[in-house]
């Protein structure tokens, strides 16, 4: 691997070993609130919230993409980044807290109001975090990331919990998230030097620069979040709380897996973005190295929701079990297609991912309104896959032309996962025939156990064999057996030692 992929490589390590660990803390939180919350706690707050992802889209300039990409940025860029975020953050909070009276209204739920007057200081409070942080990718130093943000996630994870356990209602979600956003603001000088000043000096520099991000955060948030307002104002807040769930649960690949490792690929695209020949071998690399997780993780998440959700959530739950299969399959596609738009953004194509952005919201829609109409939540969890399947063709096209790649190299890089991860699905569907479980949560516990062990040994033992009779080609599974086995040779010399 060239130096540059290495510096990719060991960033994705660190990243996605934090979300690996976030996602421990994340499912442990979860499991506990859901067995101590009902369904209509989580669908009040998420309401809330819808509201509150519409207007970080005024505070979403991504200055963080522009100074990442613009090797040149100094100390005017950082502070004039800053002063925007604030003096926006504090005009959002305002908006937001004139909303809830609104808001309650439009949802015929009074309780709302209270919870977005308490959120919104919690919006106003984050324009304040340092801008400094922000150096830490730029300079590809993902060890002080990893402190940064795991610290962040630790300290939400120890106020919520007890909050939950000693008020048992969705009073624990909003005060849990206050004390989160402060935290983390407190925190963002503690661990960065960095002290931004007021100043407006490269205001038109940084939104000439992110213009079209603006324009692609706007989609962005159609796209993910356009189906809370439908599902919450026709089916309400239980509804909405089963879709919530599911959605968060089906798309783990993408947002827990996937998402560390593009965070880190970007700042290594831009430093290589004039190089195309080198550009398109690292985004090879990437696409692999998230086809080795992301397949395997969806995939599985399929051939075990209905162990998995009345074991781990409850059984109040088990609505949801369909929804999140489709969904499941959803978050692997979306895996698979994010990456891509990184490569746009390094090279200043930032209009690429606007469009593709624009395209799959006009597909989402065509689907997502019959089908939440006649099939409710499991309707919109088909129109967001169907949204994923047709732009699949109009996404790999263009990729291939922009980094003249042929259309079926990309996809050559996720064989050897896909079949190992079918594999697995097919090993944990014999298991699982070979007994008749009592609707008991021990017994569901046991199997997805079960389950969970033998879908691993089978899809490594299958994707190293299929590997091998490669012939052992360079890339993230050389990457990974070398270091599996160096691991074991170790162990192998203290036992014998």
């Known amino acids: 691997m060239k130096h540059i992929d290495k510096q990719i490589a060991k960033g994705a390590a660190w990243m996605v070993a934090f979300k690996l660990i976030d996602r421990s803390m994340g499912l442990v939180s979860t499991v506990v609130l859901a067995r101590l919350l009902v369904p209509a706690d989580f669908g009040l707050v998420a309401m ?14 991504s200055f963080d993409v522009a100074l990442i990409q613009n090797r040149n940025a100094g100390r005017e860029q950082f502070d004039t980044a800053f002063t925007i975020n604030l003096l926006f953050a504090l005009g959002a909070g305002l908006v937001l807290a004139a909303l809830a009276w609104p808001a309650a209204q439009f949802y015929a739920e009074p309780r709302l109001e209270l919870v977005i007057y308490l959120l919104a200081a919690g919006f106003a409070l984050q324009g304040a975090s340092n801008i400094g942080p922000v150096m830490f990718r730029r300079e590809m130093r993902f060890d002080r990331e990893f402190k940064f943000l795991f610290a962040k996630r630790a300290a939400n994870l120890l106020v919520t919990l007890p909050l939950a356990f000693w008020l048992q209602n969705y009073w624990a979600l909003v005060i849990g998230q206050l004390a989160g956003t402060l935290f983390s603001v407190l925190l963002s000088y503690n661990v960065s030097d960095y002290r931004p000043r007021l100043s407006l000096k490269a205001k038109s520099e940084l939104f000439h620069s992110s213009k079209w ?30 879709y919530t769930i599911a959605f968060e ?16 690929a970007f700042a290594g695209y831009a430093k290589v973005a ?3 020949g080198q550009l398109r071998s690292s985004f090879l690399n990437v696409i692999a190295s998230i086809a080795l997780f992301a397949l395997p993780a969806g995939i ?59 395209l799959q919201f006009a597909a989402l829609l065509l689907f997502l309104i019959p089908g939440l109409m006649w099939w409710g939540v499991q309707g919109a969890a088909w129109a967001f896959l169907l949204s994923a399947i047709v732009m699949i063709p109009f996404n790999q096209g ?6 003249a790649l042929g259309y079926l190299e990309s996809g050559a890089t996720m064989v050897r996962p896909l079949l190992a991860a079918l594999a697995m699905a097919g090993a944990v569907w014999l298991l699982r025939r070979q007994f008749v479980l009592p609707a008991e949560t021990g017994a569901y516990l046991a199997m997805l156990a079960g389950c969970a062990a033998t879908g691993a040994l089978c899809y490594g033992a299958v994707l190293y064999l299929l590997w091998r009779a490669a012939g052992k080609p360079p890339g993230p599974e050389q990457f990974l057996f070398d270091k599996i086995g160096a691991r074991l040779r170790r162990l192998a010399g203290k036992s014998q030692g």
């Open 48 to 61: 809330a919230m819808v509201l509150i992802a519409a207007l970080q889209l005024l505070v979403s300039f």
């Open 213 to 242: 991000l603006m324009i692609v955060n706007v989609l962005q948030f159609l796209n993910g979040r356009a189906a809370d307002f439908v599902v919450g104002r026709i089916a309400g807040t239980q509804a909405l709380g089963f």
């Open 249 to 264: 649960v089906a798309t783990l690949p993408t947002t827990q897996l996937v998402s560390p490792i593009n965070r880190a």
């Open 274 to 276: 004039a190089e195309q």
């Open 300 to 358: 599985g998440i399929v051939a075990v929701a209905d162990l998995m959700v009345p074991a781990v959530l409850g059984w109040k739950w088990t609505p949801m079990v369909p929804a999140l299969q489709v969904l499941a399959v959803f978050g692997v596609i979306q895996a698979l297609q994010t990456n891509i738009g990184y490569v746009y953004l390094a090279t200043g194509r930032p209009q690429l991912v606007a469009l593709f952005s624009a």
């Open 398 to 403: 263009l990729l291939a032309r922009h980094l």
